[in-house]
């Protein structure tokens, strides 16, 4: 029956995989549907068995290991980024465009350079890189072991995200058994049809950040900072959002007070996390590259609109007052707001266990999200596997729900479907409120 069921799903990855195309949503979301039916069928009829789930895990992302992402067009960049990095050239320093249009940037030592540079969306080939200096160093090295094809490169870079999926199945079932927790849990992040999708099928790199991340609790747990705070700081140079988790770990380490042995452990986690980020950076730095850096990021906060939930309540609210929309005025403000409630969490909730940790950071991740102008799919992959470690569930259902997005690429281009988007909202955030007020009506944020 397992294998059945097993061989079903990997039929139906391989028609998403090789059969499906970005614009064709009814198709997409019946393909996700049953697949995430068939995962949630084989997590609670065979949980018990780990090494069957384990096999079933890794031929799922052996099925997708040839094929070509169909949901995004991201990796183009990815494989332009790696080659200038092999090349030795600093990617945060020039666009696609200036390579394309300046002959004298010798566009020749970018192999595929007109295919790749033909693959991207222009908003990728207009801006300047904002991908961290070690997942510069992921895609450098996939383009320097798949050489001048395109399709080797990605086998190698799927081949290093697997890899990093295997690293948290290890590392998260640790921690779970660490924390006397069900291991079967790990497997709603393994077996998720989301993860298998977004990570090895759309070569998106939250993969390898979370595994940097998982592999920092561990060792936080096991009261060994220092190797915990250089894989922390690995964990930011591969995507910064954990940047947000710093905060959180006041409590964790500071249980008596100002200037006590925490205190000063938390100096020292502090610093190391922050001189590893700086190292890590340092090959790139240039006032260049400063100015160019924090000019893109600040591209997600005040230009780009995608899948959000208050920022469009905001949106409509700024239309029908002043006419216009107000993205540049709640781009500053909504992260003010997230770094409010962070650091409430890190100074009035008592976060002195792993698991209280682990808590705090999911709270304030999907905060973030919740307040977020953009909320691409694959983000979603952060509260997901935190939430493993909690008793809230809420992430697993925006796994599922998180797909509806994709009705924004319809047959005639872009067109976000808001009806749809505040379903998955509606129906996510009904389900959390539940979880902290109904199901445990004792569990408070700030206790």
Not at 70 to 87: C, E, I, K, S
Not at 234 to 263: A, C, E, R, T
Not at 295 to 318: C, H, M, P
Request: hydrophobic share 55%; net charge positive.
């Amino acid at each position: 029956m397992p294998l059945a069921l097993g061989l079903l799903a990997a039929i139906l990855y391989g028609s998403f995989a090789f059969g499906l195309v970005r614009s064709d949503f009814l198709k997409l979301i019946s393909l996700y549907i049953s697949l995430f039916f068939l995962t949630y069928t084989l997590i609670r009829m065979y949980g018990w068995n780990f090494w069957l789930l384990v096999l079933i895990g890794i031929v799922f992302r052996l099925v997708l290991l040839p094929s070509i992402p169909n949901l995004t067009q991201d990796f183009y960049r990815f494989l332009w980024d790696g080659q200038l990095v092999a090349h030795g050239t600093n990617p945060y320093l020039f666009t696609p465009e200036m390579f394309i249009n300046d002959p004298s940037l010798a566009t020749t030592k970018i192999a595929n350079a007109g295919e790749l540079f033909a693959g991207m969306s222009e908003l990728n080939a207009s801006h300047f890189s904002n991908y961290p200096p070690v997942n510069q160093l992921f895609f450098a090295i996939s383009t320097l072991l798949g050489g001048k094809s395109i399709m080797a490169s990605l086998v190698v870079m799927r081949a290093l995200l697997i890899l990093a999926d295997l690293g948290i199945l290890y590392f998260g079932k640790k921690l779970l058994e660490a924390l006397n927790l069900p291991v079967k849990q790990i497997f709603w992040y393994f077996l998720n049809p989301f993860i298998i999708i977004e990570l090895t099928g759309n070569l998106h790199f939250e993969g390898v950040m979370l595994f940097f991340l998982i592999v920092s609790l561990y060792l936080l747990h096991k009261k060994r900072w220092f190797p915990a705070a250089i894989l922390f700081a690995l964990s930011i140079s591969v995507k910064l959002i954990p940047l947000i988790f710093l905060p959180l770990f006041y409590h964790y380490f500071v249980d008596k007070g100002l200037f006590s042995k925490g205190f000063w452990t938390l100096k020292k986690f502090f610093w190391t996390v922050i001189g590893t980020v700086v190292l890590t950076f340092l090959p790139f730095y240039s006032s260049e590259f400063v100015s160019n850096f924090a000019k893109t990021i600040s591209l997600w906060f005040q230009d780009f609109e995608f899948n959000a939930s208050v920022f469009y309540i905001i949106r409509w609210v700024g239309f029908q007052i002043n006419g216009w929309d107000p993205i540049q005025t709640a781009g500053k403000i909504l992260p003010i707001i997230v770094i409010v409630f962070v650091l409430a969490l890190a100074f009035f909730r008592k976060n002195r266990s792993t698991k209280d940790l682990v808590t705090v950071m999911l709270f304030a991740i999907s905060f973030y999200l919740l307040l977020s102008t953009t909320v691409h799919p694959w983000y979603v992959a952060t509260p997901l596997l935190l939430c493993l470690f909690t008793k809230y569930r809420f992430p697993i259902l925006w796994s599922g729900m998180v797909f509806l997005s994709y009705s924004a690429y319809g047959p005639e281009g872009f067109s976000e479907n808001l009806w749809l988007v505040a379903i998955e909202y509606t129906v996510v955030i009904g389900f959390t409120v539940w979880e902290i007020f109904k199901k445990n009506p004792k569990v408070q944020l700030t206790s």
